[in-house]
C-alpha cells in the first residue's frame, strides 16, 4: 500500500542536554561516544516520527567533531530527514553548543545517520517518501543521494562488485 508522503519538517525534531562532568573526557570536554549518543537519539525520534513505526540504525556517515563543548555547556541538538529511499532513511543531525555564563553558540558535531524501517517481524519495510520544501532541505535531499552512491561505489571497490544502482 502506498504511503502518504510528509514533508521535513513534519518529523524535524530538536532535543537537548546539558553536558555534566560524567559526559566529560579528562580533558573535560564532551566525549565523543556521548555526542554520538545524543546524535543517535535525536535521530532516532526523527525516524520514528516520520515512519510512525519500529527503526533502527544501519550506518552513520560523515561525522565531523568541529569544536569542543566543555562541562556546563547547554546542547541543541537538531535531526531531519534528508531522504528516504526503500527501507532506509538518512537523517541529518546536528549538534550546536552555548557554553556555561555565555550566549554565544556553535557548532559542535554532526553526522548523517541511516535509519532503516522495520515491519512487525523485525525485518525492513518501506517508508512513506519525505517532500524536501526550503532551498536547504532540497540542497540536502540531493547530496544524500550523491553519498548513498558514493557508499555503493567504495563498497564495490572494496568488494569487486558491479555498482549498478539496483544492488544496495
Ligand atoms: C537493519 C537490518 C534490519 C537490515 O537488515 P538487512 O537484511 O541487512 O537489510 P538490507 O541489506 O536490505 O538493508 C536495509 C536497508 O539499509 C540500507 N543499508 C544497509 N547497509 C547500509 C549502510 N552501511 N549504510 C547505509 N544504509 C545501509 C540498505 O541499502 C537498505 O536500504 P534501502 O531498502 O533503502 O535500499 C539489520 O542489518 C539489523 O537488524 N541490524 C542491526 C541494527 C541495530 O542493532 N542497530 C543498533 C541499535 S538501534
Redesign the pocket.
Known sequence: MEKTPKTVKESATVTHDIVHPGDANSYGIAFGGYLMGLL?KAA?IAARRHCEGK???????GVRFFRPAAVGAILDIKASINR???????IGVKVTATPLEQTETFDVCHAYM???A?DSN???TG?APVIPETDDEKRRFAEAHIR?ES?KKL?ALYTGANTSPEK?
Open positions: 543517535d532516532c527503526v533502527t540504525t544501519v550506518g552513520i556517515d528516504v529511499f526503500n527501507s532506509s532513511m538518512e541511516t535509519f532503516a522495520l523485525g525485518k525492513p517508508i548513498r557508499r563498497k544496495p
